[in-house]
Structures are given as C-alpha cells and as structure tokens.
C-alpha cells in the first residue's frame, strides 16, 4: 500500500476485506484486521492488477465466547482487477458503483465452522461445518469517516442463516509511511446461525453435560478495533493489528460461553506484486 496515493480512504476493500475479521476469529469478531493493508493498493477505475501475498500471526480466543486463547495463523492473499476483487479474507466480489467514495454489490464469502476438539467446553456438541455465503456490501467514504455494512445468507452447512454486520470507521494518516485505522462494528444473526454457535439442543446437552439452551435471533456482538499499517517500500507493508468485542445478550447467557468479552492482537506483513 502506498500512502502517498491516499487510497486506503477511497478504496472499495477496505470494508469488504476486514469483516476482524486469526481465520475464524477475524471473521467472527467482524473487526479491523490485517485485511486494511490488503485494501487500497489500487483505484477500482483503475485496469491494473494487483496481487498481494503474506503471512501473519494472531492470539485469538479458541472459539468466540472462549475464555481460552491460542495462537493462529494467517494468510494476506488478495486479487484485485478494477472494480473485481478476490481474496482469502474478503472472498470474491464486484463493486457495481463507479464512484470512488460509493461503493456496493454482490460478494461470494466463506463461513468457518468449529471443531468440537477445539476447546474441551465444545465436547459433545458435534462440529459446525463451513460453507459458502453469498450477500452484499456497502460502503460509503466521508474521508476520513466511513460507514459499511454487509448482509449475507449462508448457502447451506451447519449454520444456515442471515447475518448482518454494520461499522463506522475513521482513517488517521500518521506520516507518509504510517496510517491508523478504527472501527466500531455491531453484528445481528438470525435464530438459525445463533443456535448453531450458542445453543444446545437436547442431544448436545445429553453428550455434553450443559444445559439445554435455545437461542433467539438478535445482536450476536459488537466491538472496536483498530490498525497501524506501516508501509517499508512501495510493494512491502505490515500490519499490528488489536480488537476487543462484547457479545450480544442471547450468546453471552449461553452455557457454552465462558467469557463474554474477547479480543485479538496480531501481525502480519505482505508483498504486493
């Protein structure tokens, strides 16, 4: 990313892409991550193509509403062609506005799931499987305010349902090479994907020992999070990356949550070719 372009204010992935949300934790948590660096490396009326690659590392709860943290890996990879862009954490999608401070459409997504063996709390529960989410995004550029907001359905899997995710964002450019990003960000789910990740039906309950629980739709959870993009050479950048969440009331009461507030910290660095 280079800041002397000012692109990560226009560009149309930066929201897109940072839905943290530390795989399963950045998507979960809904909050800026690592992904803010991907963003930006090229306008969407531009015809160049963009191909950025790197790693990263995170320290993330072992599943949300976990009191227990692990270390995760991460991947930076990311595709973007003009308005058409493409990658791990931001899955595939177009922008259909042609203004660079609006910018909407359609966005194919992956969902994780959880494994049971993630955390001795989840035994008995059976695991979630992934699928594929299909919705569409906004985004709006008020420079250096920003609001977005995605809604997505689940196309089959465990957790088969709607989700909806709004955020408010600001851009605080630090010196040519440096640039913070904030977000503030709630999610909604409806009552299939809160059941899934919170409830326990009687079967869960009977292997695992909890207590059955059935779940409403409704906030599933809302948090801040914030960037520090630092950028070495034209094509070489790194992120430091924090987040704290709070979850909704109907996920906080469930006995599988054993904490109701959470968080990330994580790095990364990347190459943009």
Do not use: C
């Not at 977000?183 to 079967?203: H, L, R």
């Amino acid at each position: 990313m280079n800041p002397h372009t000012n692109t990560v204010k226009t560009s149309p992935y930066y929201f897109v892409n940072a839905p943290l949300t530390m795989l399963v934790m950045i998507t979960t948590l809904g909050m800026t991550t690592t992904a803010n660096a991907e963003a930006g490396l090229v306008k969407k009326n531009d015809s160049k193509s963009t191909f950025t690659l790197g790693a990263g590392v995170a320290y993330v709860p072992e599943y949300e509403g976990s009191e227990d943290y692990k270390v995760s890996a991460l991947p930076v990879i990311s595709y973007r062609n003009g308005r058409f862009f493409a990658g791990a954490l931001g899955g595939i999608g177009y922008d259909l506005s042609s203004k660079e401070n609006l910018s909407f459409g359609p966005v194919l997504s992956y969902q994780f799931g959880r494994e049971e063996s993630d955390n001795e709390r989840l035994e008995g529960l059976g695991d979630i499987d992934p699928s594929a989410t299909l919705g569409a995004f906004a985004r709006w550029n008020l420079q250096p305010f920003s609001l977005n907001s995605t809604v997505k359905h689940s196309l089959g899997g465990d957790a088969n349902g709607a989700q909806i995710k709004l955020g408010a964002g600001y851009t605080l450019p630090l010196n040519t090479k440096d640039i913070i990003n904030f977000e503030a960000s709630i999610g909604w789910s409806d009552q299939e994907v809160m059941e899934a990740y919170f409830g326990v039906s009687p079967v869960q309950s009977s292997r695992s020992g909890l207590d059955e629980y059935e779940v409403s739709s409704g906030i599933r959870r809302y948090g801040l999070g914030a960037s520090w993009v630092h950028t070495f050479t034209p094509n070489v950048f790194s992120t430091l990356n924090a987040g704290i969440y709070q979850l909704g009331s109907e996920a906080a009461d469930s006995p599988i949550t054993t904490s109701d507030t959470g968080g990330l910290i994580g790095a990364s660095v990347g190459y943009k070719f």
